[in-house]
């Protein structure tokens, strides 16, 4: 009997070892990503049109990512698009829990929300990089991954280490800055010939 119940408690522990790490990400009504529409005033992201929504993690101290093709940030397998539900556009469709085999239960871990419109990809991120039309970055959200019996803390919400909700800004079609950059020059050269 003894030897039974070693060898179910070595078990025990060489599998939770190996557990992955949860983090809850749905977001709710109160924490909708929107888009920037017209005057100042932004609205809910738009439930016609597919955004697609990805969580990415890094190891606690990672500064914010510099650029959209940080390596620092690795996106979890999980993805969602936003949601034509009563709750209103902006919502995650049913992400549920997202796992992360690299961060084990108990580990703190940042991570941050994007969401994204593309015409050369949906929810994988390299594959979407090259064609982003609309990006929106979260703030950064530290904590701890759940999992067995730790509880699953949700990234949302207004707690410490949670994240609320961002807004998706169009990204300027190479045309628009190129016309935009003729038009600060010819403003340029008319007030240096005055």
Not at 35 to 55: C, E, H, I, K, M
């Amino acid at each position: 009997m003894k030897k039974l119940l070693t060898l179910t408690l070595l078990l025990g522990v060489t599998v939770a070892s190996y557990g992955q790490g949860q983090l809850n990400w749905a977001n709710t009504a109160s924490t909708l990503i929107t888009l920037q529409g017209v005057g100042s005033l932004p609205v809910r992201v738009d439930a016609g049109t597919t955004y697609n929504f990805g969580l990415f993690l890094a190891p606690v101290g990672t500064a914010a990512p510099a650029s959209l093709n940080d390596a620092n940030w690795q996106q979890v397998t999980a993805y969602a698009l936003n949601s034509t539900a009563a709750a209103g556009a902006g919502r995650m469709l049913n992400p549920g829990v997202a796992s992360s085999a690299t961060y084990t239960p108990g580990t703190s871990v940042q991570f941050i929300v994007r969401a994204w419109q593309s015409a050369t990809g949906g929810g994988d991120w390299s594959a979407a990089l090259p064609g982003i039309t609309a990006i929106g970055t979260s703030s950064l959200g530290t904590l701890i991954m759940g999992g067995g019996a730790f509880p699953v803390p949700g990234a949302f919400g207004v707690a410490g280490g949670q994240i609320g909700g961002f807004t998706v800004v169009p990204v300027p079609e190479p045309s628009s800055m190129a016309l935009a950059g003729i038009g600060a020059a010819s403003l340029l050269l008319l007030r240096r010939r005055k």
